[in-house]
């Protein structure tokens, strides 16, 4: 799976609007950053899961992980996708903690395993939405 399909881009809100913007701002991953301990949350919150603090910005990361789990879809009820089929979705913990969502880049899904070091990358699709991919590293 080289591009994603031409489907059209959810609009989030609150929290996760503010989330995508400053990822699509930065052309790479943004999380959730707590300005009083330093501890990374994904997904966003409107206070620090540590310290409860309401003070925070979305930093850039530096997109190292590793697939903690992942997912096969051999179905999809999206018309844009079924090309694709079958593709791995992967839960990928970040060097700086959080997990994201992502979608496997340049990879066949039987190639996929727990453990196995990624980069996320993203791509942007709105002003308001970015894609994010796992890409071996």
């Not at 009083?36 to 910005?57: L, N």
């Not at 903690?68 to 079958?86: C, D, G, M, R, T």
Request: with cysteine; net charge negative.
């Amino acid at each position: 799976m080289d591009t994603a399909p031409q489907i059209t881009a959810p609009r989030p809100d609150e929290l996760n609007l503010a989330f995508y913007q400053a990822t699509v701002a930065a052309s790479q991953l943004c999380v959730q950053h707590c300005t009083r301990c330093g501890s990374w949350t994904h997904p966003p919150r409107y206070f620090c899961p540590e310290c409860t603090s309401p003070d925070f910005s979305f930093d850039r990361v530096s997109g190292a992980a590793t697939v903690y789990s992942y997912s096969i879809s051999h179905f999809s009820v999206e018309p844009a996708w079924k090309p694709l089929l079958p593709y791995a979705v992967i839960v990928a913990e970040l060097a700086e903690g959080p997990r994201v969502i992502a979608l496997a880049r340049g990879m066949a899904p039987g190639d996929v395993h727990i453990g196995m070091p990624v980069r996320i990358t993203t791509e942007r699709r709105s002003d308001e939405f970015a894609l994010f991919w796992a890409e071996k590293a």
